[in-house]
Nanobody, 116 residues
């Protein structure tokens, strides 16, 4: 059974930084596409950042240049470093592991609140 556990959320001021981490069990992060998604109140869930098994990264336009996704194969974790945070980054952030036909699992989410 695949389990994903997010940590690192909290309150930050605009312009500040937070680092979210996702610990995986039941699957190796290196064989999946690992992604960070977010959902703000009343909004649809959207992809923020992702890293493929080959190490290719992809970012939403709204976070390019501010967020950096990384993967630690030894620790079996995926993290996203969020810099220059904006109030519009406020959302619940979810970790996802995806591999077509094998894995599509989500964590429970962690709240990020950015004050202006």
């Amino acid at each position: 059974q695949v389990r994903l556990m997010e940590s690192g959320g909290g309150l930050a001021q605009a312009g500040g930084s937070l680092r979210l981490s996702c610990a995986a069990s039941g699957t190796a992060v290196r064989v999946n596409t690992m992604g960070w998604y977010r959902q703000a109140p009343g909004q649809q869930r959207e992809m923020v950042a992702a890293i493929t098994s080959g190490g290719i990264t992809n970012y939403a336009d709204s976070v390019k240049g501010r967020f950096i996704i990384s993967r630690d194969d030894t620790a079996n974790t995926v993290a996203v470093q969020m810099n220059n945070l904006k109030p519009e980054d406020t959302a619940v952030y979810y970790c996802r592991a995806y591999r077509a036909g094998f894995v599509d699992s989500w964590g429970r989410g962690t709240q990020v609140t950015v004050s202006s």
